[in-house]
């Protein structure tokens, strides 16, 4: 993967697990909270694999691509649970997973 790829993908991957925190956050003050559940546990992960993998990419990690087919598949299962809720937090952060699960595609 080239330096520029490298940047890009980083920063896809920093706004993706902003906009999973920030739908974390959003959801636990949800008023029925029991019905986001699965969104909220996918928000952390989702913020979790994109954290790591954007922090392991600035060190040049040796497992970027195994590391990117991960976190495409969890970006993906993200984005769909919150494509499932109309509350524009997880609209928004459906959208990042999934331009975040197609550029780490491309990387792995």
Do not use: W
């Not at 928000?43 to 694999?49: G, K, L, Q, V």
């Not at 990117?68 to 984005?79: D, L, N, P, R």
């Amino acid at each position: 993967m080239s330096h520029e790829q490298n940047r890009n993908l980083i920063q896809t991957l920093h706004e993706c697990a902003e906009a999973c925190n920030h739908c974390y956050d959003a959801c636990l003050k949800e008023e029925n909270v029991k019905m986001m559940a699965e969104c909220i546990r996918l928000d952390r992960e989702c913020a979790d694999i994109c954290s790591y993998l954007e922090h392991a990419l600035t060190r040049n990690t040796p497992f970027g691509s195994e590391l990117a087919a991960v976190c495409a598949e969890i970006c993906e299962a993200c984005g769909n649970e919150c494509r499932k809720h109309d509350h524009e937090h997880c609209q928004k952060c459906a959208d990042a997973c999934f331009k975040c699960a197609n550029a780490c595609k491309e990387a792995a």
